[in-house]
């Protein structure tokens, strides 16, 4: 899981600090998300596949389809 959030931040060419300041968190935090050193909250997942465009299915390896799910209505 932790390596592809990392090449997906990879190749939209984002930093790690910019990851932490989307995500509203300090730039070690995303780090250590990222090293396996701390679980990642649901809520921030969520984040995460919304940025990418995909689900959070494929950023815990539950899934190689990229592809997101359609929304539901009303959210966005």
Request: no cysteine; glycine share 4%.
């Amino acid at each position: 899981m932790y390596e592809r959030i990392r090449n997906l931040r990879d190749d939209k060419d984002l930093t790690q600090a910019q990851m932490a300041e989307y995500l509203k968190i300090h730039q070690t935090t995303y780090s250590d998300y990222e090293l396996g050193k701390l679980n990642i909250p649901v809520s921030v997942l969520g984040k995460i596949a919304v940025l990418f465009e995909t689900s959070v299915d494929y950023l815990i390896n539950q899934t190689d389809e990229k592809k997101p799910y359609p929304r539901s209505k009303g959210k966005k």
